[in-house]
């Protein structure tokens, strides 16, 4: 059987572009919902801006560094997960959050935090975490990542939509709830239908090597769930907050994960597929558990 680390996904330059835009369009949609209010209610509780940062960008990266050399599964599955873990949380978690009954407000806040830390914190904890393995710093010293394109990439994608949404939102904000309204919804569709073509032309080699990342995968997402609600229920948040750390810890963007492999791994089949799998799963699982908590009473 071909070497997993040896795949090729079918994704051309042309689909690279349009997955680039989607993605922009989406952060651009997220932020018309956010105000300088959304940070500075989080400044008012730094407790909850601390655990979130915490959970996001140092404990979620280093559990998955130790369940990488614990496993020890194959290079380019190692560095699709890393890649997964050093992403921001999905804007998807805010809709979940919502349905959990959980902090929606705090929600919408520490996505808005964490996209404008992963302008920074997602290449920094990628590279670092990667070059650590052996097996994924090899890997990485045969594609030259450039680290400073890398940085641009997500500044591009993350930061820019970032800054005009909200100022638009400050500018105009009838025009942005407008907006919102109808990007949000066309942004999601469009961002589906890329996946669903980028599947459709690898079809086969998702069939074949699926059982490669599927444990794994779910595995990982349960364990990025559990160490949201492990630590907020462990500094004696709320209920409500529990869920919403644990949300806002185990949905992350994989879209933005496959964009970065898609633009710099090209040839690496194993960390596609993995993030390509996250992305799939972390729906199922975060839509399952937020349906499990809304019919759950209410804790103090």
Known sequence: MEDLDAVQINFDSSGLWVLNIALAVVMFGVALNITINDFKQLFKEPKLVLLGVLCQFILLPLASFLLVVLIKPQPSIALGMLMVAACPGGNISNFMTHLAKGNTALSVSLTAFATFLAMFMTPFNFQFYSGLYEPTAEILKTVQLDGFALVKLVLLILGIPLVLGMLLRFKCPLLAIKLSKFLKPLSILVFVAIVVIAFSKNIDVFNTYIHHVLALGIAHNILALLL??????????????????????????????????????????????????????????????????????EQI
Do not use: C, P, V, Y
């Open 228 to 297: 949201g609600f492990g630590i907020a229920k462990l500094f004696k948040l709320s209920f409500k907050n529990q869920k919403t750390l644990a949300i806002e810890t185990g949905i992350q963007n994989s879209g933005l994960g496959l964009l970065l492999i898609f633009s710099f791994f090209n040839d690496l089949g194993g960390m596609a597929i993995l993030a390509a799998f996250w992305g799939i799963w972390h729906i199922i699982s975060g839509l399952l558990l937020a349906f499990f908590w809304s019919r759950k009473k």
